[in-house]
Protein backbone atom coordinates (compact mmCIF):
# COMPACT_ATOMS: atom_id res chain seq x y z
CA UNK A 1 0.00 0.00 0.00
CA UNK A 2 0.63 3.86 -1.26
CA UNK A 3 0.38 6.89 0.80
CA UNK A 4 -0.65 9.98 -2.00
CA UNK A 5 -1.13 13.69 -0.21
CA UNK A 6 -4.72 14.44 -1.50
CA UNK A 7 -5.01 18.03 -2.27
CA UNK A 8 -6.74 18.37 1.30
CA UNK A 9 -3.86 17.66 2.97
CA UNK A 10 -1.70 20.54 0.89
CA UNK A 11 -4.06 22.90 1.30
CA UNK A 12 -4.59 22.40 5.16
CA UNK A 13 -0.88 22.05 5.46
CA UNK A 14 -0.14 25.47 3.87
CA UNK A 15 -3.14 27.22 5.41
CA UNK A 16 -1.92 26.71 8.57
CA UNK A 17 1.60 26.21 8.68
CA UNK A 18 2.35 29.54 7.03
CA UNK A 19 0.20 31.86 9.08
CA UNK A 20 1.03 29.67 12.19
CA UNK A 21 4.64 29.95 11.47
CA UNK A 22 4.47 33.86 10.99
CA UNK A 23 2.37 34.17 14.34
CA UNK A 24 4.16 32.47 16.54
CA UNK A 25 6.97 34.67 14.73
CA UNK A 26 5.75 38.15 15.01
CA UNK A 27 3.51 37.29 18.40
CA UNK A 28 6.09 35.45 20.72
CA UNK A 29 2.94 34.98 23.50
CA UNK A 30 0.90 33.07 20.56
CA UNK A 31 3.62 30.88 20.25
CA UNK A 32 2.76 28.12 22.07
CA UNK A 33 -0.75 28.17 21.03
CA UNK A 34 0.11 28.51 17.35
CA UNK A 35 2.47 25.18 17.43
CA UNK A 36 0.17 23.17 19.83
CA UNK A 37 -2.34 23.90 17.11
CA UNK A 38 0.35 22.49 14.35
CA UNK A 39 1.45 19.67 16.82
CA UNK A 40 -2.39 18.59 16.73
CA UNK A 41 -2.73 19.11 13.16
CA UNK A 42 0.09 16.23 12.49
CA UNK A 43 -0.97 13.99 14.88
CA UNK A 44 -4.79 14.34 13.07
CA UNK A 45 -2.93 13.62 9.84
CA UNK A 46 -1.16 10.70 11.51
CA UNK A 47 -4.11 9.31 13.21
CA UNK A 48 -6.13 9.48 9.66
CA UNK A 49 -3.08 6.99 8.23
CA UNK A 50 -3.67 4.80 11.51
CA UNK A 51 -7.44 4.66 10.82
CA UNK A 52 -7.42 4.32 6.86
CA UNK A 53 -4.68 1.61 6.59
CA UNK A 54 -7.12 -1.32 6.29
CA UNK A 55 -9.69 0.53 3.75
CA UNK A 56 -8.48 -0.85 0.52
CA UNK A 57 -8.64 -4.20 1.96
CA UNK A 58 -12.52 -3.86 2.78
CA UNK A 59 -13.26 -3.58 -1.06
CA UNK A 60 -13.00 -7.07 -2.81
CA UNK A 61 -13.03 -6.61 -6.60
CA UNK A 62 -13.90 -9.88 -8.98
CA UNK A 63 -12.12 -10.16 -12.28
CA UNK A 64 -13.83 -12.96 -14.58
CA UNK A 65 -11.44 -16.23 -15.30
CA UNK A 66 -11.65 -15.97 -18.77
CA UNK A 67 -12.72 -13.24 -21.15
CA UNK A 68 -13.69 -13.68 -24.41
CA UNK A 69 -13.54 -10.94 -27.59
CA UNK A 70 -13.48 -10.75 -30.97
CA UNK A 71 -10.07 -9.06 -32.60
CA UNK A 72 -11.48 -5.44 -33.38
CA UNK A 73 -14.85 -5.37 -31.85
CA UNK A 74 -15.81 -3.59 -29.11
CA UNK A 75 -16.48 -5.80 -26.00
CA UNK A 76 -16.26 -4.98 -22.43
CA UNK A 77 -14.81 -6.67 -19.46
CA UNK A 78 -17.24 -7.36 -16.44
CA UNK A 79 -16.18 -6.52 -13.02
CA UNK A 80 -17.79 -6.78 -9.65
CA UNK A 81 -16.69 -4.90 -6.76
CA UNK A 82 -17.57 -5.67 -3.48
CA UNK A 83 -17.99 -3.46 -0.03
CA UNK A 84 -17.61 -3.78 3.62
CA UNK A 85 -17.40 -0.26 4.38
CA UNK A 86 -20.22 1.24 6.73
CA UNK A 87 -20.25 4.22 4.24
CA UNK A 88 -20.55 5.10 0.72
CA UNK A 89 -16.84 5.97 -0.91
CA UNK A 90 -15.45 7.07 -4.12
CA UNK A 91 -12.89 4.25 -5.51
CA UNK A 92 -10.52 4.52 -8.33
CA UNK A 93 -9.70 1.58 -10.56
CA UNK A 94 -7.16 0.90 -13.02
CA UNK A 95 -6.46 -1.83 -15.48
CA UNK A 96 -3.18 -2.64 -17.18
CA UNK A 97 -4.28 -3.78 -20.53
CA UNK A 98 -1.51 -5.19 -22.79
CA UNK A 99 -0.98 -3.23 -25.70
CA UNK A 100 -2.82 -5.49 -28.10
CA UNK A 101 -5.94 -4.30 -26.45
CA UNK A 102 -6.87 -0.55 -26.10
CA UNK A 103 -9.72 1.30 -23.88
CA UNK A 104 -11.04 4.18 -24.12
CA UNK A 105 -10.81 5.01 -20.36
CA UNK A 106 -6.86 4.26 -18.15
CA UNK A 107 -8.98 4.08 -15.07
CA UNK A 108 -12.82 4.33 -13.93
CA UNK A 109 -13.69 5.80 -10.92
CA UNK A 110 -16.95 4.63 -9.10
CA UNK A 111 -19.01 5.41 -5.73
CA UNK A 112 -19.30 2.49 -3.23
CA UNK A 113 -22.49 1.45 -1.41
CA UNK A 114 -22.57 0.99 1.95
CA UNK A 115 -21.51 -2.43 3.86
CA UNK A 116 -22.71 -5.53 2.21
CA UNK A 117 -23.43 -4.23 -1.39
CA UNK A 118 -21.97 -5.41 -5.00
CA UNK A 119 -21.34 -3.10 -7.50
CA UNK A 120 -21.50 -4.69 -11.77
CA UNK A 121 -19.39 -2.54 -13.51
CA UNK A 122 -18.50 -2.80 -17.49
CA UNK A 123 -15.10 -1.81 -18.97
CA UNK A 124 -15.14 -1.50 -22.54
CA UNK A 125 -11.78 -2.43 -24.62
CA UNK A 126 -11.31 -3.67 -28.22
CA UNK A 127 -8.65 -6.08 -29.07
CA UNK A 128 -6.36 -5.15 -31.92
CA UNK A 129 -4.40 -8.53 -31.83
CA UNK A 130 -5.54 -12.24 -31.80
CA UNK A 131 -4.08 -14.33 -28.89
CA UNK A 132 -3.92 -14.62 -25.48
CA UNK A 133 -3.23 -12.23 -22.77
CA UNK A 134 -3.01 -12.08 -19.24
CA UNK A 135 -3.97 -9.41 -16.69
CA UNK A 136 -1.87 -10.34 -13.77
CA UNK A 137 -2.92 -7.41 -11.28
CA UNK A 138 -5.19 -4.25 -11.06
CA UNK A 139 -5.21 -0.87 -9.05
CA UNK A 140 -7.04 0.46 -6.59
CA UNK A 141 -7.17 3.88 -4.85
CA UNK A 142 -9.39 5.50 -2.29
CA UNK A 143 -9.55 8.49 -0.16
CA UNK A 144 -9.16 8.27 3.43
CA UNK A 145 -11.45 8.92 6.35
CA UNK A 146 -10.54 12.60 6.70
CA UNK A 147 -9.64 13.06 3.49
CA UNK A 148 -5.94 14.21 3.57
CA UNK A 149 -4.26 10.86 2.10
CA UNK A 150 -5.49 8.45 -1.16
CA UNK A 151 -4.52 4.84 -0.50
CA UNK A 152 -3.17 2.99 -3.60
CA UNK A 153 -2.63 -0.30 -3.53
CA UNK A 154 -1.91 -3.49 -6.27
CA UNK A 155 -3.57 -6.61 -6.17
CA UNK A 156 -3.23 -9.69 -7.71
CA UNK A 157 -5.53 -10.94 -10.50
CA UNK A 158 -6.22 -14.20 -12.47
CA UNK A 159 -8.02 -12.95 -15.65
CA UNK A 160 -7.17 -14.17 -19.35
CA UNK A 161 -8.34 -12.30 -22.20
CA UNK A 162 -8.72 -14.47 -25.42
CA UNK A 163 -9.17 -12.71 -28.74
CA UNK A 164 -10.22 -14.94 -31.72
CA UNK A 165 -10.26 -14.05 -35.05
CA UNK A 166 -12.99 -11.81 -36.75
CA UNK A 167 -15.31 -14.13 -38.69
CA UNK A 168 -18.55 -11.98 -39.41
CA UNK A 169 -17.70 -11.70 -43.01
CA UNK A 170 -16.60 -15.56 -43.62
CA UNK A 171 -19.77 -16.49 -41.58
CA UNK A 172 -22.28 -14.09 -44.10
CA UNK A 173 -20.18 -15.75 -47.04
CA UNK A 174 -20.91 -18.93 -45.87
CA UNK A 175 -24.37 -18.62 -44.91
CA UNK A 176 -24.94 -17.37 -48.51
CA UNK A 177 -23.05 -20.26 -50.12
CA UNK A 178 -25.04 -22.72 -48.66
CA UNK A 179 -28.69 -20.80 -49.10
CA UNK A 180 -27.97 -21.09 -52.83
CA UNK A 181 -26.96 -24.69 -52.62
CA UNK A 182 -30.06 -25.81 -50.45
CA UNK A 183 -32.59 -23.32 -51.92
CA UNK A 184 -31.78 -24.51 -55.66
CA UNK A 185 -31.01 -21.14 -56.62
CA UNK A 186 -27.79 -22.65 -58.31
CA UNK A 187 -28.84 -27.09 -57.56
CA UNK A 188 -26.07 -29.31 -58.17
CA UNK A 189 -26.47 -32.88 -57.95
CA UNK A 190 -24.25 -35.23 -56.78
CA UNK A 191 -22.04 -37.43 -58.83
CA UNK A 192 -20.87 -40.79 -59.24
CA UNK A 193 -22.69 -44.15 -57.75
CA UNK A 194 -20.86 -43.40 -54.33
CA UNK A 195 -18.08 -45.01 -52.37
CA UNK A 196 -19.34 -46.92 -48.90
CA UNK A 197 -20.44 -50.25 -49.38
CA UNK A 198 -23.82 -50.43 -48.64
CA UNK A 199 -25.37 -54.22 -49.09
CA UNK A 200 -24.91 -57.35 -51.33
CA UNK A 201 -28.36 -58.03 -54.06
CA UNK A 202 -28.59 -60.23 -56.96
CA UNK A 203 -27.19 -59.25 -60.43
CA UNK A 204 -29.28 -57.07 -62.38
CA UNK A 205 -28.84 -56.40 -65.65
CA UNK A 206 -26.76 -53.79 -66.07
CA UNK A 207 -24.46 -54.13 -63.32
CA UNK A 208 -20.59 -53.48 -64.63
CA UNK A 209 -18.66 -56.24 -63.63
CA UNK A 210 -16.24 -54.28 -61.57
CA UNK A 211 -19.31 -54.23 -59.15
CA UNK A 212 -19.58 -58.10 -58.81
CA UNK A 213 -18.83 -59.86 -55.26
CA UNK A 214 -17.08 -62.89 -56.48
CA UNK A 215 -16.67 -64.68 -53.54
CA UNK A 216 -20.58 -63.90 -52.58
CA UNK A 217 -21.03 -65.75 -56.16
CA UNK A 218 -19.09 -68.58 -55.78
CA UNK A 219 -21.03 -69.09 -52.43
CA UNK A 220 -24.50 -68.87 -53.35
CA UNK A 221 -23.87 -69.63 -56.61
CA UNK A 222 -25.73 -66.95 -58.94
CA UNK A 223 -23.93 -63.34 -59.31
CA UNK A 224 -24.24 -61.01 -56.78
CA UNK A 225 -23.61 -57.69 -56.97
CA UNK A 226 -22.11 -54.64 -54.17
CA UNK A 227 -24.33 -51.61 -53.84
CA UNK A 228 -22.74 -48.72 -52.60
CA UNK A 229 -23.96 -45.24 -50.99
CA UNK A 230 -22.72 -42.12 -51.27
CA UNK A 231 -20.10 -41.28 -48.41
CA UNK A 232 -21.82 -38.76 -45.98
CA UNK A 233 -19.14 -38.44 -43.17
CA UNK A 234 -15.63 -37.64 -44.91
CA UNK A 235 -11.98 -36.78 -42.76
CA UNK A 236 -10.80 -33.28 -43.97
CA UNK A 237 -7.89 -31.39 -42.72
CA UNK A 238 -6.60 -28.26 -42.82
CA UNK A 239 -2.82 -28.20 -43.15
CA UNK A 240 -1.86 -25.20 -42.18
CA UNK A 241 1.95 -23.18 -42.45
CA UNK A 242 2.98 -20.92 -40.16
CA UNK A 243 6.98 -20.56 -41.12
CA UNK A 244 8.50 -17.07 -42.06
CA UNK A 245 6.05 -16.68 -44.84
CA UNK A 246 3.57 -16.38 -43.49
CA UNK A 247 4.33 -13.88 -41.48
CA UNK A 248 4.29 -11.44 -44.75
CA UNK A 249 1.48 -8.99 -45.36
CA UNK A 250 -1.39 -9.79 -47.46
CA UNK A 251 -1.75 -6.48 -49.01
CA UNK A 252 0.73 -7.18 -51.57
CA UNK A 253 -1.51 -10.42 -52.86
CA UNK A 254 -4.72 -9.87 -54.80
CA UNK A 255 -7.70 -8.65 -52.79
CA UNK A 256 -10.49 -9.62 -55.41
CA UNK A 257 -12.82 -7.29 -57.15
CA UNK A 258 -11.90 -3.63 -56.52
CA UNK A 259 -15.82 -2.43 -56.31
CA UNK A 260 -16.87 -4.81 -53.58
CA UNK A 261 -16.71 -2.37 -50.28
CA UNK A 262 -18.67 -4.86 -48.03
CA UNK A 263 -15.68 -6.35 -47.07
CA UNK A 264 -14.21 -3.25 -45.68
CA UNK A 265 -17.42 -1.78 -44.16
CA UNK A 266 -17.86 -5.32 -42.15
CA UNK A 267 -14.67 -5.28 -40.95
CA UNK A 268 -14.30 -1.93 -40.11
CA UNK A 269 -12.28 -0.40 -42.69
CA UNK A 270 -9.53 -0.91 -45.15
CA UNK A 271 -6.61 0.11 -43.64
CA UNK A 272 -6.06 -3.55 -41.70
CA UNK A 273 -2.58 -4.76 -42.17
CA UNK A 274 -3.08 -8.27 -41.69
CA UNK A 275 -0.79 -10.97 -42.67
CA UNK A 276 -1.43 -13.91 -44.75
CA UNK A 277 -1.52 -16.31 -41.72
CA UNK A 278 -4.59 -14.23 -40.33
CA UNK A 279 -5.74 -14.98 -43.51
CA UNK A 280 -5.17 -19.17 -43.32
CA UNK A 281 -6.90 -18.80 -39.50
CA UNK A 282 -10.12 -17.04 -40.64
CA UNK A 283 -10.45 -19.72 -43.72
CA UNK A 284 -9.55 -22.56 -41.78
CA UNK A 285 -12.16 -21.77 -39.38
CA UNK A 286 -14.74 -20.97 -41.99
CA UNK A 287 -14.08 -24.70 -43.60
CA UNK A 288 -14.47 -26.19 -40.11
CA UNK A 289 -17.98 -24.09 -40.13
CA UNK A 290 -18.50 -25.92 -43.78
CA UNK A 291 -17.63 -29.14 -42.39
CA UNK A 292 -19.97 -29.36 -39.71
CA UNK A 293 -23.04 -28.16 -41.66
CA UNK A 294 -21.97 -31.20 -44.34
CA UNK A 295 -21.61 -33.58 -41.29
CA UNK A 296 -18.07 -34.36 -42.18
CA UNK A 297 -15.85 -34.36 -39.43
CA UNK A 298 -12.87 -31.16 -39.35
CA UNK A 299 -9.25 -31.64 -38.79
CA UNK A 300 -6.32 -28.84 -38.44
CA UNK A 301 -2.37 -29.37 -38.57
CA UNK A 302 -0.22 -26.54 -38.03
CA UNK A 303 3.64 -26.75 -38.80
CA UNK A 304 6.84 -24.18 -39.26
CA UNK A 305 10.49 -25.73 -39.28
CA UNK A 306 8.34 -28.72 -37.49
CA UNK A 307 4.49 -29.89 -36.47
CA UNK A 308 3.08 -27.42 -34.20
CA UNK A 309 -0.63 -28.45 -33.72
CA UNK A 310 -2.21 -31.89 -34.43
CA UNK A 311 -6.13 -31.96 -33.71
CA UNK A 312 -7.53 -35.37 -35.03
CA UNK A 313 -10.82 -34.64 -37.43
CA UNK A 314 -13.90 -34.65 -35.31
CA UNK A 315 -17.16 -33.20 -35.15
CA UNK A 316 -19.74 -30.90 -32.99
CA UNK A 317 -19.44 -27.56 -31.40
CA UNK A 318 -16.72 -29.05 -28.07
CA UNK A 319 -14.00 -30.09 -31.23
CA UNK A 320 -14.81 -26.55 -32.60
CA UNK A 321 -14.02 -24.79 -29.72
CA UNK A 322 -10.63 -26.97 -29.38
CA UNK A 323 -9.90 -25.55 -33.24
CA UNK A 324 -10.43 -22.02 -32.44
CA UNK A 325 -8.85 -22.07 -29.41
CA UNK A 326 -5.60 -23.79 -30.96
CA UNK A 327 -5.17 -21.19 -34.06
CA UNK A 328 -5.91 -18.00 -31.43
CA UNK A 329 -1.95 -18.95 -30.14
CA UNK A 330 -0.52 -19.50 -33.37
CA UNK A 331 2.19 -17.38 -34.14
CA UNK A 332 4.58 -17.16 -37.25
CA UNK A 333 7.86 -18.36 -37.05
CA UNK A 334 10.91 -17.10 -38.48
CA UNK A 335 12.04 -20.63 -40.11
CA UNK A 336 12.02 -22.59 -43.65
CA UNK A 337 9.28 -25.04 -42.77
CA UNK A 338 10.62 -28.85 -43.11
CA UNK A 339 8.06 -30.67 -45.02
CA UNK A 340 9.69 -34.46 -45.52
CA UNK A 341 9.02 -33.86 -41.59
CA UNK A 342 5.54 -32.60 -41.96
CA UNK A 343 4.52 -35.33 -44.64
CA UNK A 344 6.22 -38.40 -42.16
CA UNK A 345 3.94 -37.34 -39.52
CA UNK A 346 0.82 -37.01 -41.67
CA UNK A 347 1.57 -40.53 -43.21
CA UNK A 348 1.42 -41.98 -39.64
CA UNK A 349 -1.06 -39.93 -37.77
CA UNK A 350 -3.70 -39.81 -40.72
CA UNK A 351 -3.87 -43.44 -41.62
CA UNK A 352 -7.91 -43.18 -43.29
CA UNK A 353 -8.09 -41.65 -46.54
CA UNK A 354 -8.47 -37.99 -46.13
CA UNK A 355 -9.03 -34.63 -47.64
CA UNK A 356 -6.00 -32.54 -46.90
CA UNK A 357 -5.87 -28.69 -47.86
CA UNK A 358 -2.87 -27.15 -47.86
CA UNK A 359 -2.53 -23.24 -46.72
CA UNK A 360 0.83 -21.95 -47.42
CA UNK A 361 3.02 -20.41 -49.82
CA UNK A 362 5.18 -21.75 -52.93
CA UNK A 363 6.34 -18.85 -54.62
CA UNK A 364 9.88 -19.23 -53.09
CA UNK A 365 11.45 -21.77 -55.39
CA UNK A 366 13.12 -23.80 -52.08
CA UNK A 367 10.38 -23.81 -50.53
CA UNK A 368 8.35 -25.45 -53.66
CA UNK A 369 11.36 -27.66 -54.27
CA UNK A 370 11.08 -29.23 -50.77
CA UNK A 371 7.03 -29.72 -51.39
CA UNK A 372 7.40 -31.12 -54.52
CA UNK A 373 10.36 -33.92 -53.29
CA UNK A 374 8.19 -35.14 -50.88
CA UNK A 375 4.65 -34.82 -52.43
CA UNK A 376 4.61 -38.93 -53.39
CA UNK A 377 4.47 -39.59 -49.18
CA UNK A 378 0.89 -38.86 -49.21
CA UNK A 379 -0.68 -38.72 -52.69
CA UNK A 380 -1.27 -41.85 -53.25
CA UNK A 381 -3.24 -42.27 -49.63
CA UNK A 382 -4.93 -39.03 -49.47
CA UNK A 383 -6.57 -36.05 -51.80
CA UNK A 384 -4.09 -33.49 -51.85
CA UNK A 385 -5.70 -29.33 -52.73
CA UNK A 386 -2.78 -27.29 -51.81
CA UNK A 387 -3.67 -23.37 -51.83
CA UNK A 388 -1.48 -20.09 -51.70
CA UNK A 389 -2.88 -16.62 -51.56
CA UNK A 390 -1.75 -15.25 -55.31
CA UNK A 391 1.08 -12.59 -55.51
CA UNK A 392 0.01 -9.43 -57.35
CA UNK A 393 2.67 -9.29 -59.48
CA UNK A 394 2.40 -12.74 -60.55
CA UNK A 395 1.08 -12.07 -63.70
CA UNK A 396 2.23 -12.99 -67.46
CA UNK A 397 4.40 -10.37 -69.22
CA UNK A 398 1.84 -8.88 -71.42
CA UNK A 399 -0.80 -9.38 -69.58
CA UNK A 400 -1.21 -5.34 -69.16
CA UNK A 401 -0.71 -3.19 -71.47
CA UNK A 402 0.42 -0.46 -69.27
CA UNK A 403 4.19 -0.02 -69.63
CA UNK A 404 4.89 4.35 -68.24
CA UNK A 405 8.46 3.65 -67.72
CA UNK A 406 11.17 0.95 -68.34
CA UNK A 407 10.84 0.26 -64.36
CA UNK A 408 7.50 -0.61 -64.88
CA UNK A 409 8.84 -3.28 -67.99
CA UNK A 410 11.44 -4.97 -65.15
CA UNK A 411 8.46 -4.59 -62.62
CA UNK A 412 6.68 -7.01 -64.90
CA UNK A 413 9.34 -8.89 -66.38
CA UNK A 414 9.84 -10.04 -62.39
CA UNK A 415 6.17 -10.80 -62.35
CA UNK A 416 6.27 -12.78 -65.41
CA UNK A 417 9.47 -15.00 -63.89
CA UNK A 418 7.18 -15.21 -60.71
CA UNK A 419 4.34 -16.37 -62.18
CA UNK A 420 5.87 -18.58 -64.78
CA UNK A 421 7.32 -20.33 -61.92
CA UNK A 422 4.08 -20.83 -59.83
CA UNK A 423 2.27 -22.16 -63.78
CA UNK A 424 5.52 -24.80 -63.28
CA UNK A 425 4.86 -25.70 -59.97
CA UNK A 426 0.95 -26.13 -60.94
CA UNK A 427 1.84 -28.47 -63.97
CA UNK A 428 3.87 -30.69 -61.45
CA UNK A 429 1.84 -31.12 -59.19
CA UNK A 430 -1.30 -31.61 -61.00
CA UNK A 431 0.87 -34.48 -63.13
CA UNK A 432 0.59 -35.84 -59.66
CA UNK A 433 -2.78 -35.65 -59.15
CA UNK A 434 -2.92 -32.79 -56.87
CA UNK A 435 -4.46 -29.51 -57.31
CA UNK A 436 -3.25 -26.26 -56.87
CA UNK A 437 -5.26 -23.41 -56.57
CA UNK A 438 -3.62 -19.50 -56.59
CA UNK A 439 -6.55 -17.90 -54.42
CA UNK A 440 -7.87 -14.46 -54.20
CA UNK A 441 -6.95 -12.35 -50.46
CA UNK A 442 -10.28 -11.30 -49.73
CA UNK A 443 -12.19 -14.01 -51.77
CA UNK A 444 -10.37 -16.69 -49.91
CA UNK A 445 -12.88 -18.19 -47.50
CA UNK A 446 -15.53 -18.49 -50.18
CA UNK A 447 -13.18 -19.92 -52.93
CA UNK A 448 -11.78 -22.64 -50.48
CA UNK A 449 -15.60 -23.47 -49.58
CA UNK A 450 -15.93 -23.67 -53.15
CA UNK A 451 -13.61 -25.93 -53.81
CA UNK A 452 -14.57 -27.97 -51.07
CA UNK A 453 -18.53 -28.06 -52.19
CA UNK A 454 -17.06 -28.77 -55.51
CA UNK A 455 -15.07 -32.29 -53.91
CA UNK A 456 -17.85 -33.12 -52.12
CA UNK A 457 -20.35 -33.17 -55.18
CA UNK A 458 -17.85 -35.04 -57.55
CA UNK A 459 -17.11 -37.58 -54.26
CA UNK A 460 -13.47 -37.41 -55.73
CA UNK A 461 -12.46 -38.12 -51.93
Not at 98 to 111: L, N, W
Request: proline content about 4%; overall charge positive.
Amino acid sequence: MRLVPNNRLILWTGGLFIPGTLLAVLVPAAGAVCYGGLVGFVLLVGLDVVLSHRLLRSVQVRLPEIVRLTREKDGCLGIQIHSQEARPRALRLGLPFPRQIVSPYPDIEVDLDPEGSKLSLQWPCKALQRGHYDLANYYLEINSRFGFWALRGTFAAACQIRVYPDLRMERQTLAALFMQNNLGIHSHRQIGKGRDFEQLREYVPGDSFEDIHWKATAKRGIPISKVYQIERTQKVYIILDASRLAARNAAIFHGGRRGDRRVSEIRGGGNRLDTILERFIAASLTIGMAAERQGDNFGIVTFADQVRGFLRAKNGRAHYQSCREMLCLLESERVTPDFAELFMFLGTKIRKRSLLIFLTSLDDPAMADGFLKHIDMLRRHHLLMVNMLKPAAANPLFASQVHDSVNDIYHHLAGHFLWDSLDQTARTLRRAGVGFSLLDNERLGPQLITQYLNIKQRQLL
